[in-house]
């Protein structure tokens, strides 16, 4: 027998303890491939707009998943590895020197590796046509896709995860170099050490979560305060999630053992007890799959959520099928021959909104957009009247009456601020008629103008835009409506073509498109990166249980000789798994509702949220589930055997 059947014959019988990790490790490989593919297809990129802002971020996208799939590969490998301590004891016992232990590691690391990659790209390859297709159908984008052989990305897959497979069996390699015969003998029986509560550490676990999530609610509305209250955020979540689980888990363990009444009932000591000497092993797990699962749901739910919100979001940044800003008659007649050519989208409203556009002092004002100076503000005044008339264009029913220097704000996209936060606030401008005081009594909900950064518009009654007019910045917006805006795709390219600086030109249907390739492409990467991060953690969580109760297996085995019952046993491991399996869970999706909070503070989402957040929470709950009944039936066997 040579040092490479022997390899041969430990993978096929580890395969099947091994499984989970093997399956979660081809997933990776066949997501890799698939974004590498998809970046070398020159079908995809005859048909995508802005395919080269596409192709970059799958490229971020596959380093992404190349950090990670090496973190896990290298975590799992420990796991396995302290699992075969005493298997590799007993082959240097029999006198197999450590050379050629070594060997028979790094060739076991090298088969399960090219097993995988083999599998993996092999699945890529087959898949790749439907994972087009669907990325395609997220875009809403009819390209007949063929199936193809990429060889550009094959080699990419195979040299990426070449050398991480390298990495590691080189780790496992060294393991023989690294421990003396007694200690790999002795490798089940190594016990953890009691851990020590500490109520100063524990507060202070509670104290900073505390801090982060009050964080979460203070005003960000300069850049200043952004980047101070999201390094506060990220930071006291981060010490804070590691200290809960180092510290105050071990704590409220501790009480929990004074509650007699409940601590002595049924197996809860036996519970109590092995949660307890465990989580300081978990400790380092615990938190990072808590912090990834938060950036997790964080991701896919931004991603859902744009998708989901697709009309209204292009709704919102361009209410007018078509608007422009008028540059002399002969360029708005060129624009209404191209809008009146098109005779399968007619005209069903025309108007013309002039607005003033000056710089204004809103110190005073709860809205401060970011990059600018308070004191000044571009800002653009729209009369009372003519907004009126654009809300009965559009088919609104807000009307707004303004007297004398009351002013109405339109409320921005992506701003959260309610009408009782700036209602009697004011701003203050320079004009020809001379210094003007407007204070803000109706906040209206509905913007009338294509969105340009910094969003302020104001609404200001006909007799002060009338005195504000002579003298001042004016700009005619042209806006029209036309049937069935959501297919005017031939109207929208030729009207772009026109499009600078000046013009401002805007089209329902071009903005709608660009929404619908940046939300699909979000919710592609970040759904699959989502599942290949929600499939390592699930495993690396089974495999360490699995590996607590192999080395648990003769306490078992004593409990059930003083008279415990197997179900009692199977009680007490679904409770300690299931509490394994839910901590990091709940955290995570705690902390990623504080984190989607301020990232609508700072308007960088927006929208109703709730729908994407709790389909992605019950889709991760479930899936995490999946991983928890696997691994209850796993360690059932392992005890029962």
């Keep these: 027998m040579t040092l490479f059947s022997l390899a041969r014959r430990n993978v096929l019988g580890n395969l099947k303890n091994y499984g989970i990790y093997f399956i979660s490790m081809i997933f990776s490989v066949v997501i890799y491939y698939t974004f590498v593919s998809l970046r070398y297809s020159e079908e995809i990129a005859a048909h995508v707009q802005k395919w080269e802002g596409m192709r970059s971020v799958f490229q971020q996208a596959s380093i992404i998943l190349i950090l990670f799939a090496a973190v896990f590969i290298w975590y799992s490998n420990s796991f396995f590895t302290k699992k075969r301590k005493k298997e590799i ?52 984008a009819s390209v007949d896709v063929s199936f193809r052989i990429s060889p550009d990305a094959i080699l990419n897959t195979l040299l990426v995860f070449a050398l991480i497979i390298g990495v590691t069996s080189m ?37 900073l979560l505390a801090v982060g999530y009050y964080t979460v609610f203070q005003p960000m509305t300069t850049s200043g305060q952004m980047a101070r209250n999201f390094l506060l955020i990220f930071g006291c979540l981060i010490a804070g999630t590691y200290l809960l689980f180092r510290y105050a888990l071990i704590f409220i363990l501790k009480l929990a053992q004074k509650v007699k009444t409940r601590y002595y009932s049924g197996m ?28 997790t749901l964080c991701a896919v739910t931004v991603g859902s959520s744009e998708y989901v919100t697709l009309k209204e979001d292009a709704e919102e940044e361009a209410p ?47 809205y401060h957009p970011s990059s600018y100076s308070p004191t000044d503000v571009p800002i653009k005044l729209i009369s009372a009247s003519m907004y009126n008339k654009a809300s009965e264009a559009l088919d609104r029913p807000l009307r707004i009456e303004l007297q004398g220097n009351d002013t109405a704000v339109i409320q921005p996209r992506f701003a959260t601020f309610t009408d009782r936060e700036v209602l009697g606030n004011t701003i203050g401008f320079h004009a020809s008629a001379g210094s003007q005081t407007l204070t803000v009594t109706q906040l209206a909900i509905g913007r009338v103008l294509p969105w340009s950064f910094p969003d302020a518009c104001f609404i200001v009654s006909d007799s002060l ?177």
Excluded: W
Aim: with cysteine.
């Design 171 to 207: 780790h496992s390699y060294r393991l023989i170099y690294r421990f003396q015969l007694v200690d790999l003998f002795k490798a089940e029986q190594e016990g953890e050490s009691v851990p020590k509560p500490s109520a100063v550490s524990a507060v202070l676990a509670v104290v």
């Design 465 to 641: 835009f009338a005195k504000l007019q002579p003298g001042a910045d004016l700009a005619i917006y042209k806006g029209y409506i036309v049937k069935d805006q959501g297919s005017t795709k031939q109207t929208s390219n030729e009207l772009m073509k026109l499009k600078n600086e000046q013009n401002a030109m805007s089209s329902y249907y071009f903005q709608f498109l660009q929404n619908m390739e940046s939300a699909g492409l979000d919710l592609f990467t970040l759904g699959f990166l989502g599942l290949v991060f929600l499939a390592a953690t699930g495993c690396m969580i089974y495999f360490k249980q699995l590996t607590d109760t192999h080395e648990d297996k003769e306490r078992y085995a004593m409990l059930r000789k003083i008279g415990v019952s197997r179900k009692e046993i199977r009680t007490t491991i679904a409770k300690m798994t299931l509490f394994v399996f839910m901590l990091p869970l709940v955290l995570g999706v705690v902390h990623s509702v504080m984190v989607l909070k301020a990232l609508t503070t700072i308007q960088l989402i927006g929208g109703n949220l709730f729908v994407p957040v709790m389909t992605t929470i019950v889709l991760y709950a479930a899936i995490y589930f999946g991983y928890f009944v696997l691994c209850l039936s796993a360690s059932d066997r392992i005890v029962s055997r």
């Design 89 to 140: 004891g007993l082959y240097a016992l029999l006198g197999v020197r450590k050379r050629k232990i070594g060997t028979m590691l790094l060739y076991e690391n090298i088969m399960m590796g090219i097993g995988a990659v083999g599998i993996g790209i092999v699945l890529g390859t087959l898949l790749s046509k439907l994972f087009a297709m669907l990325f395609l159908k997220l875009l809403d």
């Design 268 to 295: 809860n000591m036996i519970v109590t007890a092995q949660l307890m000497y465990r989580i300081r092993g978990n400790t380092r797990m615990f938190t990072m799959i808590a912090l990834l699962s938060a950036l």
């Design 320 to 366: 007018f099928s078509y608007m422009h800003i008028s540059q002399g008659r002969g360029f708005d007649a060129q624009v209404r021959n191209v809008v009146e050519k098109d005779a399968e989208h007619p005209i069903t409203a025309q108007l013309d909104l002039p607005i003033i556009r000056l710089k204004a002092d809103v110190t005073n004002f709860y």
